[in-house]
């Protein structure tokens, strides 16, 4: 029901996100024609990604839905440039055609640089290793397919609609220099270009600026709450019990119905199913487990992990039983059923020592504020008692071994003695001492055994009675005795948080090297994420360079391109800590939204770079007068593209539903890191342009000097 209903609100979300595209497109070209062509290229790249989903096997589902939405901002950037450019030629009074081919012919170039550089920022995404990499690895290709289709149709079908539905409209100024601003946009466009006259006088501020940004990333990464997976609210909650290891079956069910009673009284409980008893989870006769079924989010103000530390609260009474709870998560990494969320385990040959050490690293974990439901799965705490036979006195009192075994049986083994057969029912006749008399092992000192002089003998008189611990239960993991602490986060912390606290608290205890520790299930993946997460993007921004430096024959542009990587960090950073609150999202999803921004951001970049380099190659103008044309030139599809991608993303950072904790991550980093670097972007990157531009041409000049100096020295 909960993939049902997630499907279904990422397919809504979907499309909200393409009537939001398509409204931005409306907004800013104002003809219905123009609306059109780019707003063609939605359904057919999506159309056409859906085609090679199903060649490659893919199903629609969360992530590849995810990836859909997110595309559905992306695919129309290729053809806002192409046709905003095309435009811009039909403003200047050429005819349709004739604009179509020079518009397409200009702009071909840096469609194809925005289409690789951005494909290039995902490639990374498919090497991620383990459950993780095989889990994005479909939402990685789905959105590569979106957008590799929407280059191919803006580059084709895009000019030729162009020629059919654009028409030069009467009294339209343009927005070169010297033309007067009429309507709002041409006014925006000319007070942007006095702000960049006042940015370009003061260089040195705005590269302080922009080093600052840098320095302001790398900070917010090392300090911003590092969690993995959001915690969704499935209406499903799990709960396990525990109660103490001496516990019989009929007082474990009396203490599992007081459970059920209590938790059904909470309002938004609609149901639940209880289970005790030993089966393939419950390994011990001392545990039960619940499956809370929940009323529906639009019939509950609470959420599940409100309602989670409501009934921990009301439950915080009962003194001889335990109660656990969790939420169930539709993607989930756990390969072993745990009391709580995350797994921790020690193993050790040893077990006593293991049980031991166990136990003071639970107690430590249980008083550290990161943690909350600390729980372990040693049960060494268990009642048995020791027959030891004097076989002498059995032998002298007639009395065999075998005897004493069978009436041990009888009374507490549950023998089948026989069967009754009526005519509607049958019934098996079980043998076993009075249950009253079964709550105390003191009943075994009155059992009689018979002996071969047709005697009755006291057990007690031949064989001594003691009661010592035992465990329950000795779990194994690759053959080594096992013990798992597992554990749920505590408000205000995230799954970092607690990873640093545990290997504190075993440099903290001096657990010794004799005791091998791990992660297991979603901390083990996230301690994996972890280590490899500044590799993924530092991977993803090589990538993009290395393809940059390809498409521009160049090591200078690309770095000018790549310099509004740091803006978008930083308000990607921002944006996932300002609305994580405590739950410290910056996981894998907001990781990936990261990776996503490094792709889109330097769009802007390339557009205006392009623009520049052209302007300096064909009409020879000085590099500053080059970039501060292009900025103010491309300022109206660097608006568009930018607020496509951001209302694209909109849906999913402010949707709700099933499924939308794990939503939310992507599309608020793209959001705030989309804000923050278009308003530093458009400032920033023609200063850096200009400096690298002045440094390229100084190391040609020392290189030249150097040749020179070289074939000027005589032999």
Known sequence: MTIRASVHDVQFELLLAVALVMMVLFLFLRNLPATIIPGVAVPLSLVGTFAVMYLAGFSINNLTLMALTIATGFVVDDAIVMIENISRYIERGEPPLQAALEGSKQIGFTIISLTFSLVAALIPLLFMEDVVGRLFREFAITLAVAILISAIVSLTLTPMMCTKLLRQRAGHADHDTGKQPTGWFDKLIAGYGRTLEWVLRRQALIMSVFFATVALTAALYASIPKGFFPIQDTSIIQGFSEAPQSVSFSAMAEYQQNLARLILEDPAVDSLSSFIGVDGINTTPNAGRFLINLKPKAERQATAGEIIARLKSKLAGLSDVTLHLQPVQDLTMESRISRTQYQFTLESADIDELNR??????????????????????????????????????????????????????????????????????????????????????????????????????????????????????????????????????????LGDAVNAIEHAKQAIGLPLSIRTGYQGAALAF?????????????????????????????????????????????????????????????????IGIILLIGIVKKNAIIMIDFALQAEREHGMNPREAIFQACRQRFRPIMMTTLTALFGALPLALGGGYGAELRQPLGISIVGGLIFSQMLTLYTTPVVYLYLDRFRLWSHRRLFNRTTSRVDKPA
């Open 357 to 494: 050490w166990t136990h003071k690293l639970a107690e430590w974990l249980s008083k550290q504020p990161e943690f909350s439901d600390v729980a372990s799965d040693v049960q060494d705490q268990g009642r048995q008692v020791y027959v030891d036979i004097d076989r002498t006195t059995a032998s002298r009192l007639g009395v065999s071994t075998a005897a004493i075994d069978d009436a041990l049986y009888n009374a507490f083994g549950q023998r089948l003695v026989s069967n009754i057969f009526t005519q509607s029912n049958q019934y098996r006749v079980v043998l076993e001492v009075d249950p009253e008399a079964q709550n105390s092992p003191d009943v075994l000192s009155d059992l009689r055994i018979p002996s071969t002089y047709g005697t009755q003998v006291s057990l007690s008189a031949m064989a001594e009675l003691s009661e010592r611990p035992t465990p329950l239960s000795i779990n194994h993991l690759d053959q080594f005795p096992v013990a798992t602490l597992s554990f749920n986060l505590a408000k205000g912390y995230a």
């Open 527 to 591: 301690k994996a994420s972890v280590d490899s997460t500044l590799w993924l993007i530092l991977a993803a921004i090589v990538t993009v360079y290395i393809v940059l430096g390809v498409l521009y024959e160049s090591y200078i542009h690309p770095l000018t391109i790549l310099s509004t990587l740091p803006s978008a960090g930083v308000g990607a950073l921002l944006a996932l800590m300002v609305s994580g609150g405590d739950l410290g999202i910056i996981g894998i999803i907001g990781i």
